[in-house]
């Protein structure tokens, strides 16, 4: 006879703890959450997540989301594949696509909206909507291009290049260029991958020197894309007098074709941290 007492007493009790739980998250303004460990994606250990300041109130959710690219290829992150997920819904983030290079790293500020329930004790990050595009693709031989031109356009396969503007001196040749991008697949453009190769003074002997540029990272280009970059070149006088001389740029791999792969998505917990709520109450 006790024991027939006893268990409904219990239930009772549990569930009125429970309404008191979801009753004292109610009572804060905002509800802050402890941040969560760094993960990896679980295909791809060279991308990993970070997920900072998480916190709620009754008609928003957000936190900031720092992506690190590890490895060696170009990542696409379409945040609106991803999700808040609660027991009640789920809601997707408006922001618009994410492009990192590889070695870097990107941050934004994602927001939950469309409820009045978002003070919830636990609730998970679901990390759908990222893409690998390896950067060894298909490259896309090109013409060398003289300086100073003998034509200001060229095409190469499906990317159009055209030379916006040329300087030289004898410290320093500097040449702009727009590219357009007119196929169907997923272009890179690394213009670090460029050369020039020109003649040294009185001679008939050839030297290489790399794109002495040192702010560009790879663009990613869809249909219709146009981007520019610079190649930029410190020759000593006494080798080439660039002022003067005749050079050809070497495009080696700067054009590439690719294709975006899906990644596999994860989960990330997120759980509500009492004593920081309260401390910030």
């Not at 739980?21 to 959450?33: G, I, R, S």
């Not at 993960?39 to 250990?45: A, G, R, T």
């Amino acid at each position: 006879m006790k024991n027939t007492i006893t268990l409904p007493l219990i239930a009772i009790g549990l569930l009125s703890a429970s309404m008191n739980f979801a009753q004292d998250l109610n009572k804060f303004e905002t509800v802050y959450y402890s941040d969560p460990a760094q993960v990896e994606m679980p295909d791809n250990s060279d991308v990993k997540l970070e997920l900072k300041n998480v916190v709620a109130q009754k008609d928003n959710a957000k936190f900031g989301i720092k992506v690190m690219n590890d490895g060696a290829d170009v990542i696409i992150f379409k945040p609106s594949e991803s999700s808040f997920k609660y027991a009640f819904g789920e809601f997707h983030p408006d922001e618009k696509e994410m492009i990192i290079a590889p070695g870097k790293s990107k941050m934004k500020t994602f927001n939950a909206l469309g409820s009045d329930q978002f003070r919830q004790e636990q609730f998970s990050y679901e990390t759908g909507g990222f893409y690998k595009v390896p950067v060894d693709g298909t490259v896309i031989q090109a013409d060398d291009f003289q300086l100073p031109a003998s034509r200001n356009n060229m095409e190469a396969g499906n990317f159009k290049i055209e030379l916006k503007s040329y300087k030289a001196s004898t410290a320093e040749a500097k040449a702009s260029f727009e590219v357009t991008y007119n196929g169907d697949k997923i272009a890179l453009v690394n213009s670090a991958n460029l050369s020039v190769r020109a003649k040294r003074n009185k001679s008939e002997d050839e030297v290489v020197f790399a794109n002495d540029n040192k702010k560009g990272d790879i663009e990613l280009m869809r249909k219709g894309d146009k981007i520019k970059f610079d190649a930029v070149f410190h020759i000593e006088g006494r080798i080439v007098d660039m002022q003067f001389a005749t050079m050809y740029i070497i495009w080696n791999n700067t054009f590439v074709e690719s294709e975006a792969f899906p990644m596999e998505a994860g989960s990330i917990p997120c759980s509500w941290d009492p004593g920081l709520t309260n401390a910030k109450k």
